[in-house]
């Protein structure tokens, strides 16, 4: 064994022993719902392609029509021969949904994030986070070299605080970065309250939607424009790879933002441009979710959505995304029960540290338009058995 290997040997042998050891699952099928992971069948409550657009036939077309006319891949970076037609579509789309001016695409919603927060900020700017923030955002807050600060999750006296101290001082601007619906907890920021207090002090806001697009308001636009102020807020954000079915990030903006991270954006520039396919498809999801098709899946995914929601001691009619969580504390007690469901034909995954706070394990189950009551039922019954409610 090479010096290397011994000590990653013994730093894996310690979050195996913390309960933190990850490993990747191999998926060899995929029918809707149905899945099989590591040879055994499996229902599937860990993805997040919450309309089951991935499967749809209309982005599977796309696709397979966007890979006949321009190829498997882009042939280069977006400002050199890589800026196709189905990026500029797309770009439209999104625009369009989004209710701004333009639209940028980027690889995925991690480069978005890294890309965007970047650009617009360096040293002796100020960036504020609630502590919930998607780990990218809090990643692409550190290597902009801004100053961080942090506020309790969605605690608005505590932000004007922040903003109060921030704003006098930051070089160029302070920058506020939320999520509407957050990741791992599933509930929603309040986004009109923030959009008053930064504006009332002068800082920037954004605000990923990588939760929410698809899935709110009357044409799956996300929150911000189901709220009426989409155009209060200077960075909207969002990925293509959960409600969208596909793959890849996107920002929506004035016509200078796009402009400007068409320039600065590191992981816009320095990076082969997404495949067509990928684009053709995400273009086809932004059409589908604005017709009666997204209409009618979300009427649906809500319809499992209140069924599950008794069952983990939530009330039915309360607001309500598609992330359910199932807080457990211990990382073994979260890792024992995600091990009994799956013994049970059930794929929900345990959320542990990084990705969560320590001592804040849970199961994470999603919910997807694709699942039938029965398959509900299935959890629902699973989980009082082995996990009674107090
Ligand atoms: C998944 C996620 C991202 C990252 O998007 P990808 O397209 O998967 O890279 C960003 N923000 C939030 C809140 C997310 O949940």
Redesign the pocket.
């Known amino acids: 064994m090479s010096a290397l290997e011994r000590q990653l040997a013994h730093d894996l042998a310690d979050l195996e022993a913390q309960g933190l050891h990850r490993a990747l699952r191999r998926v060899s099928e995929v029918a809707g719902t149905r899945v099989v992971v590591d040879g055994r069948p499996l229902i599937n409550f860990a993805a997040n392609d919450y309309l089951a657009l991935g499967a749809h036939p209309a982005l599977r077309s796309a696709a397979l029509r966007a890979v006949n006319e321009f190829g498997a891949g882009s042939g280069a970076a977006r400002l050199l021969s890589g800026s196709l037609s189905p990026h500029h579509e797309l770009e439209q789309a999104l625009a369009d949904l989004k209710g701004a001016a333009a639209a940028l695409t980027f690889s ?3 480069a978005a ?1 890294i890309g965007t927060v970047g650009a617009l900020v360096g040293k002796g700017d100020v960036v504020i986070l609630d502590r919930l923030v ?1 780990a ?2 809090v990643d692409a807050a550190r290597l902009s070299g801004a100053t961080l600060r942090v506020f309790k999750h969605n605690d608005l006296n505590r932000l004007e605080e922040l903003l109060r101290w921030a704003v006098p001082r930051a070089r160029r601007a302070t920058v506020v970065i939320t ?1 509407s619906v957050f ?1 791992m907890d599933g509930d929603f920021a309040p986004l009109r309250e923030i959009v008053e207090l930064k504006d009332r002090h002068g800082a920037w806001l954004l605000v ?1 939607e ?2 929410a697009t698809g899935l709110f308001g009357a044409r799956g636009e996300g929150r911000a424009g189901e709220l009426g102020i989409a155009d209060r807020i200077e960075v909207q954000m969002g ?1 293509l ?2 409600a969208l079915g596909a ?3 996107f920002i929506a903006g004035s016509r200078p933002l796009v402009d400007w991270l068409v320039n600065r954006a590191r992981s816009f520039v320095f990076s082969t441009a997404p495949p067509p396919a990928q684009a053709a498809a995400a273009r086809a999801a932004v059409a589908l979710i604005q017709a009666p098709t997204g209409v009618e899946l979300r009427r649906r995914l809500w319809e499992r959505v209140a069924q599950i929601r008794p069952s983990l001691g939530l009330p039915e009619a309360a607001p309500a995304s598609a992330i359910l969580p199932l807080i457990l504390g211990p990382e073994m007690e979260a890792v024992r029960l995600a091990d009994a469901l799956r013994a049970r034909g059930l794929f929900v995954p345990a959320i542990r540290y990084p990705t969560v706070a320590r001592g804040q394990a849970r199961l994470r189950i999603s919910l997807s338009a694709a699942h039938t009551g029965e398959q509900i039922e299935q959890l629902t019954t699973a989980l009082a058995e082995l996990r009674p409610l107090p």
């Open positions: 995925s919603g991690y994030a998607h990218c955002l999520e990741s990923d990588a939760h990925t790879g959960k793959a890849g990030g």
